[in-house]
């Protein structure tokens, strides 16, 4: 059992698979007993489409089609898996015969169903890098392939920090940043000085592969409370060699919260969402935008705020992070 933040999945079915997913979100693992709110079925087997008759599609992902039928949601992903999301059950099956593509749906369906519970209880995810440092909350602001994943391998090595998040921290209406681990991408030369075990290598449907750290490889290195915004860091790409961090008035953090926090540009189902749903569904969610706004803004408040401009050089990226570092 899962229990994210008060919301609890039971995966079950097909062993090998529910088990990856398991370990995706290892952190949330729970012994308790009551029901779940949402089961996740797991089935190998070739999807049934003649069972779903004559549907015609309500709009499509770069992911998937999907069709509406009813309180069911119906997902083809490239005709090799199905996903049948019964909203008034709570109760989504998965079926395919390919393992790795089972698993990649389930944990987009998790994340999806996580963020959307998580904005409900005023904890928005901010798609960023979360450290917890000597001042409190550390939170690097990037677009995604921009460096965040080598930035948290480089912080478990570092006594003075500790990870909270390495992609979507959540923050809350005082300002607090709060833990949120999941996988840790690395690369195959990181991946050899992890500990046994504690690397998988992961197939995705759009993407090459990706080898990831699980849970188990840095549990000791997570910060499990809450902690104050101390600083929010711009973060930038170069073609020079070292990295280097400057300060900047708060003001210029309001387009990349914006961006990662409010729109969630980086988040699974943010700006897919706007782009696919149509602006009336989207008209619907600005509750949520004004409480992610909220959030975003008290965490700005509590801030001093940074450019960190990266090089080519990841130990000298590192070190330009050293004066956030120190009492």
């Known amino acids: 059992m899962l229990d994210v933040h008060g919301l609890r999945f039971d995966v079950r079915g097909w062993p090998e698979v529910a088990q990856e997913v398991v370990r995706d979100f290892l952190w949330f693992e729970t012994n308790g007993d009551g029901p779940a709110d949402v089961t996740v079925e797991l089935q190998r087997g070739a999807p049934h489409w003649d069972g779903y008759g004559d549907l015609t599609a309500a709009f499509v992902t770069p992911r998937n089609v999907v069709y509406q039928n009813g309180s069911r949601t119906i ?8 996903a049948e999301l019964d909203r008034a059950a709570a109760r989504i099956v ?3 015969e390919h393992p790795h593509l089972a698993h990649e749906a389930a944990y987009l369906f998790l994340l999806s169903r996580i963020g959307e519970h998580l904005d409900a209880r005023g904890l ?7 450290l917890s440092g000597p001042r409190g909350a550390i939170c690097v602001l990037l677009p995604s392939g921009g460096g965040k994943s080598t930035l948290a391998v480089t912080a478990l ?28 991408g690395v690369n195959p030369t990181d991946a050899e000085r992890m500990p046994q075990g504690s690397v998988r ?94 959030c975003c803004a008290a965490a700005a408040r509590r801030a001093r705020v940074w450019r960190l401009t990266l090089g080519r050089d990841h130990a000298s990226n590192w070190e330009a992070l050293a004066p956030l570092l120190e009492p």
């Open 75 to 82: 997902l083809d992903y490239f005709g090799r898996a199905s």
């Open 94 to 96: 998965i079926r395919s």
């Open 157 to 184: 090595a570092d006594e003075r920090v500790k990870i909270l998040a390495e992609d979507t921290p959540l923050l809350d209406s005082r300002g607090y940043v709060h833990p949120f681990p999941l996988r840790i």
């Open 201 to 294: 290598r992961i197939e995705r449907m759009e993407f090459h592969d990706k080898l990831v750290l699980d849970l188990d490889g840095f549990r000791d290195r997570v910060e499990g409370s809450p902690q104050p915004m101390s600083d929010l860091i711009v973060g930038q790409r170069s073609l020079g060699r070292a990295g280097r961090l400057e300060p900047l008035p708060r003001r210029a953090a309001a387009g990349a919260l914006l961006r990662e926090g409010v729109v969630g540009v980086g988040v699974y189902q943010g700006m897919e969402f706007v782009l696919q749903r149509g602006m009336r569904d989207v008209a619907g969610k600005a509750g949520e935008a004004l409480t992610r706004a909220r």
């Open 124 to 130: 928005p995810r901010l798609h960023a890098l979360a």
